[in-house]
T-cell receptor, first 109, second 117 residues
Framework: DAKTTQPNSMESNEEEPVHLPCNHSTISGTDYIHWYRQLPSQGPEYVIH???SNVNNRMASLAIAEDRKSSTLILHRATLRDAAVYYCILRAGFQKLVFGTGTRLLVSP | AAGVIQSPRHLIKEKRETATLKCYPI?????VYWYQQGPGQDPQFLISFYEKMQSDKGSIPDRFSAQQFSDYHSELNMSSLELGDSALYFCASTGPGLAGGPTGELFFGEGSRLTVL
C-alpha cells in the first residue's frame, strides 16, 4: 500500500480556514486520494476524494498538486464540530481503505 | 437515511470466552468491511466480503472468523478472547458492486466496543 505522511496534529480557531496537508510521494497513477475523518467516539466518515483535479463538496475542498505527490484538504470555516482525526488515504481500484496515522485537528472557540 | 447498524454496541466478556458482533449494511450495499481500533490507535483492517465471499483479508487473528449472509449482513466471531482483543470494532459497507467501485465511499457504523476482562 502506498504511504501517506501527515502532521500529527494541527490547531485552528473557529470560523477560520484550515489547510490539512498530506504527502504521498510514492503515489501511483491509479491511486485515488481519499480523506476520511473520525470524530471522537464515532466511526470514520467520508469527507472527499480526488484523482488529479481539485474537488469541492459541501464539506470541504481538496487541492491536488500537479505532480500528485501531495494534497491539501481545506475546511473553509472550521467549526467546533470539525475537531476530529483526519486521514489521508490512497486507494487504488477496489482495495480496502488502509488507515495510517492521521492529523488530529483541534478547534478553539 | 438508513445507516450501517452494528450490534451490540457494548460487550463485556471474560478471557477465553467467545463473542459475536453483527453488522447490517446499508440497503443495496454488497461489500462489507471489518476494522479493529485499539485504544489510541488507528483503525486496522481485518477482513472484507463481497457478495457473501471473502474479498480481502488483513491482520485478523486465526481465533477470529467472519462471514456474510444471504441478506448481506455480516458477523464477526471471536473465540478464546484475550485482553488485547479489547477494542472498538467497526463495520463499513459500500456498493453496489465490489468495493462500491474504484471511488466507492465507505459508510461506517458507530462501532461495537468489546471489553475483555
Amino acid at each position: 500500500d502506498a504511504k501517506t505522511t501527515q502532521p500529527n496534529s494541527m490547531e485552528s480557531n473557529e470560523e477560520e480556514p484550515v489547510h490539512l496537508p498530506c504527502n504521498h510521494s510514492t503515489i501511483s497513477g491509479t491511486d485515488y486520494i481519499h480523506w476520511y475523518r473520525q470524530l471522537p467516539s464515532q466511526g470514520p466518515e467520508y469527507v472527499i476524494h480526488g484523482l488529479t483535479s481539485n474537488v469541492n463538496n459541501r464539506m470541504a475542498s481538496l487541492a491536488i498538486a500537479e505532480d500528485r505527490k501531495s494534497s491539501t484538504l481545506i475546511l473553509h470555516r472550521a467549526t467546533l464540530r470539525d475537531a476530529a482525526v483526519y486521514y489521508c488515504i490512497l486507494r487504488a481500484g477496489f482495495q480496502k481503505l488502509v488507515f495510517g496515522t492521521g492529523t488530529r485537528l483541534l478547534v478553539s472557540p | 437515511a438508513a445507516g450501517v447498524i452494528q450490534s451490540p454496541r457494548h460487550l463485556i466478556k471474560e478471557k477465553r470466552e467467545t463473542a459475536t458482533l453483527k453488522c447490517y449494511p446499508i440497503p443495496r450495499h454488497d461489500t462489507v468491511y471489518w476494522y479493529q481500533q485499539g485504544p489510541g490507535q488507528d483503525p486496522q483492517f481485518l477482513i472484507s466480503f463481497y457478495e457473501k465471499m471473502q474479498s480481502d483479508k488483513g491482520s485478523i487473528p486465526d481465533r477470529f472468523s467472519a462471514q456474510q449472509f444471504s441478506d448481506y449482513h455480516s458477523e464477526l466471531n471471536m473465540s478464546s478472547l484475550e485482553l488485547g482483543d479489547s477494542a472498538l470494532y467497526f463495520c463499513a459497507s459500500t456498493g453496489p458492486g465490489l468495493a462500491g467501485g474504484p471511488t466507492g465511499e465507505l459508510f461506517f457504523g458507530e462501532g461495537s466496543r468489546l471489553t475483555v476482562l
